[in-house]
């Protein structure tokens, strides 16, 4: 028969006079989901602000502090983009492995890799002190790209050849990367016993906008580096890569029904490796964005849980490369906002909110929601 | 190193495992994946303490805890069961929810003192039993030795009994036990609940007898996620969940007790002289649940196990194929 | 129950105005439905026509929009298929709602309020086992679901019901996925049922089996009755025909004459194991040439599927060996046999066949997305997709409103089309089409067939895969017939016997023995 048979809430014993009832949608307008993703946005703000105002705060003054301080001058909104850029490349990893339905939660165990990697690079050292950044900075991505994909093979291989797991598998190695990245920093490359190491080579460091702050004197004291741009032209490179190449439709396909896929002849195996790979090299990039462009050094504590966020980014974004940006720059602010704010756990606590009202708002992308009222 | 101390401590903090491994076979027996499980031992943790701080009752704390669980275990069921939304994000909210939130409500519990713990108990008898004895009777927590019921009350309930079966057939083919009247939806609400439940016991278990005290995330550190992975290891079986269980947290405290004594095997101990390489060992628990489902992954296509066919899937009425 | 000689020809079930609408369907339309106590009343019309629905109406799954069920004179509302069986109306659907995993007496078992806590299953298989043996119903309670043939679980389905107490049962469509002396098992059973005084409701659409069976029939077109509760013995099967669409049906398919040319497909002693590991396919041997449609009879689970599956390389082979014009395909990929131009109609449409949620655009071009135009090295043309999905949309009539509506949204026939559509424009040397047309209505049908044709005479190698024997009889020149992963006949469609061919699909001919290559001789 059709697939149009109405569902209904549980309802059983239930005394109230009306029952929800949920009809399947054929068809789902165009401004639907943004107006969902919005509105489950505020649904989330508004009830992140009643436990806040449970708990004594002033849900109000938040909001506005953190609006304020992530976006309230050029110089914060500077800062706000710097958050924003590894949420954006790791966020971008999450959205093209999610695409193929394919649950790297490893992101942050792959962004620790890569700034491991690009560390690598002026702290073994590989190049010799001195080289300069047109040589150096190259090789720092490709050593964070090439640490970041092999640590998202991994998982890839093993779900692809074995079907083990992927989430468990690269949460565990979130952990392993966190115990390597600190045997590094604790170890070989401690400085003076301290848990960071010493400080990068400038010819290491990305370029920021207040490097240029000499001709443009409004540039002066902003933060914002190379690494953006990294994540921007990311962004454009995976867009195109979904949506317009061959692989892209492969994995469009194998997201969508992986017996079809095998059925058009696509190799599941490999695309599975391949894309978790791409998806490592992205959150690899993201920490070498970090180390060089930000902290300029590596240290155990790079990470306030970018690639956990990213999850939550790739959500928003509906898994859309441009609207990994925009949940990108809004995450950024609130991890930049959520620094001063205590209980330190408000800003985790916000996160899960929205990410529960973004799913439980996507019934109304599947379903027309009818209130109607209980026959006697 | 002494293998008994070892095995005793891995029974006594492998029963937070065995209670959030057995929980998650419940609520994944219904078809309902919950990766949740860190989040609410999280909330279960930081309530069960919170009210042993606040009130000095423990028990009151463990039961507090175990219905905080079971409360946020609520949201993931109305999300995945009725809303129909993907199993895995929901879980994943979870987590982050149960871990912020817990993190406000465990705001000023780090500074927290030492709180009055559940009492342990010597069986009489059963501990002079040679090798078992020490390992499971000796001086362990009434949470161990309840730990030791709830294993074969779940086996039992999940092959023995009516419930059980229609358990088994919501995971299996909710649209069978549905035309036959079983109220998938229902039991799918009831079973994510009590896995819920058994989560926040295993976060009291942490906070109330294994390692007491409130240390944001790293109370729990990890382990929720080790419960997920112990389930799959555990093939749905809450008997194998509780071997390994034990095994873990007894491999887990050998890497810890590995580190204490100078010469190894009769030779220098390099844990010892160099500390950094501590993090090696600290990698191993983790490396070994990779390892494990790799095995396990072999043995189940092999065999030809499975997790419930209708695990993550949800149900929809009377919605059929062409 | 009361007396069944009490029960005789009153009314146990009486439907009146019942209305069941669906979003853009009106499944129902005002039915009125009768059924007496102690008689089998056929439910007779083409699929679509809205029988099913009405059944479901009936057992309580679907809740009517209009109108009043009566069961013995006293009016019943069902909220759910339980409180329906508490009534003592069971439903056997077509597919069959069982737990694999779990045994027969468990299957049963599920739901009811016994026992109180602790299953005991020795008891219960015994029980069951008796209940069994009374209704002619052999199957072991102690088997597991999957463990069993499809003949076997649709008779679990109905031992669920009588255990229960049903007294009448419903069987939607319960021969499509039997033997021909399966079903005369089935009848048998029905038979003594109906003796016992119970009622049943048999939902078909093949006229033979409703004037063999059933006492009273009710016919259904698109939604409404055409006519109401006629005694079998009054109707002609072309009469009934005439009821049920409207139009005489045409049961002469034009079709060129036969004229194979050179062999396409050659399977060699081709062995495979099923999904359990089991052997499901035990050295088949077949060739099938240009121009030529090569059917595959049997019933359903005799290696058919895992037979489509080896030759479109979704299946590894543990033996022999498959060539399409001459080229090794087995134990390759699917890749490889599309490489070979090898076309594949899949059973599942909407899992295998086409991704749901993708556009009608996307779902055309994936088998040829890899080739110029539609794509270079790297990137895939949009402007080239769309041209091409929409020549293939007008070309073959698929009702959508765009090439970006998604998959999901097309109707069966539709979907079957874009299929078809996809599969024929890869230019196929060899066709695997696997039961392309069960589920659609009649106009649907004629097009499928239609397309088969063609591809026939265009010279491709087709295999055709089908439970339905007047479907294989019809298009076929030749038949193959398979019975536990054999193949146990072949012959010229042209002086083939649906009797032999019945008997050998239930392994009575001479089934240990493999039937040797035969090379068919110009017809």
Known sequence: MTTTSPVRLPARGSRLPWSLRLERRLAVPRWLPVATTAGAIIVALAISGLILWIAGGDPVAIFVHIIGSSFGSLGVLSDTLVKATPLILTGLACALAFRMRLWNIGAEGQFLMGAWGASAVVLIPIVPAGTPSIVTIPLMMVAAMAAGAVYGAIPGFLKAVRGVNEIIVTLMLNYVALFWLSYWVFGPWSEGGFQLSRPFPPEAWLPRLSDAAGAVPDFAGLTVHLGLAFGLVAAVIIRFFIFRSRRGYEIRLIGDSPKAARYAGIDVTRNTIVVFAISGALAGLAGMSEVAGVVHRLQQAISPGYGFTAIIVAYIAKLHPYG???ASIAFGALILAGREIQPSGIPAMIQGIILFSLIASEVFLRYQIRLERREA | MDLTIILAAGVASGTVLLFAAVGEIFSERAGVLNLGVEGMMLMGAVVAFGTAVATGDPWLGLLLGTLAGGLLSVLHAVITISFQAEQVVSGLALTFLGSGLA??????????????????????????????GPVFFTDQSVLVYFGFIVVPLAWYWIGRTRPGLHLRAIGESPTAADSLGVDVVRLRYAYVIIGGLFAGLAGATITLAVSPGWFGELTVNGQGWIAVALVIFAQWSPIRAAVGAYLFAAIRRMLIDIQGPDQLFGAPNPFYFNHTLTFFLEMVPYLLIIGVLVAVSGEAIRKRLGAPAALGVPYVRGERGH | ?????????????EMRGIVKRFPGVVANNGVDFDLRAGEVHALLGENGAGKSTLMNVLAGLYRPDAGEVRLLGKPAEFRSPRDAIAAGLGMVHQHFALVPTQTVTENILLGLHQPRFRLDAGRYDDEIADLAGRHGLAVDPRARIWQLSVGEQQRVEILKMLYRGARILILDEPTAVLAPQEAADLFRTLRSMVADGASVVFISHKLGEVTQIADRVTVMRRGMVTA?????AGTTTSGLARLMVGREILETIDRTSFAPGPVVLAMRDVEADGDRGLPALRGISLDVRTGEILGVAGVAGNGQSELAQVLTGLRRCSRGSVTVSGVEIGNRTPRDAIIQHVAHVPEDRTGVGTAPNLSVADNLIMKIYREAPVSTRWSIDMGAVRRFANRLREKYSIAAPSVDTQARLLSGGNLQRLILAREIASEPKLMVAVQPTRGLDVGAIGTVHRLLLDQRAAGAATILLSEDIDEVLALADR???????????????????????????????ASTAVVPVVVPGVA
């Open chain 3, 479 to 509: 038949v193959a017939v398979m019975y536990e992963g054999r193949v146990v006949g072949l012959f010229d469609a042209a002086d083939a016997d649906v009797a032999e061919i019945g008997l050998l699909m239930t392994g009575g001919g």
């Open chain 3, 228 to 232: 109401a509760g006629v005694p079998i």
């Open chain 1, 324 to 326: 990994v940006i925009v």
């Open chain 2, 103 to 132: 993190r406000v409500i465990g705001e000023d519990l780090s500074k927290a003192g030492a709180i009055s713990l559940l009492p342990k108990l010597t069986v009489p008898g059963l501990s002079m039993l040679p090798g078992f």
């Open chain 3, 1 to 13: 129950m009361s007396d069944p000689q009490a029960d005789q020809g009153a009314l146990a079930v």
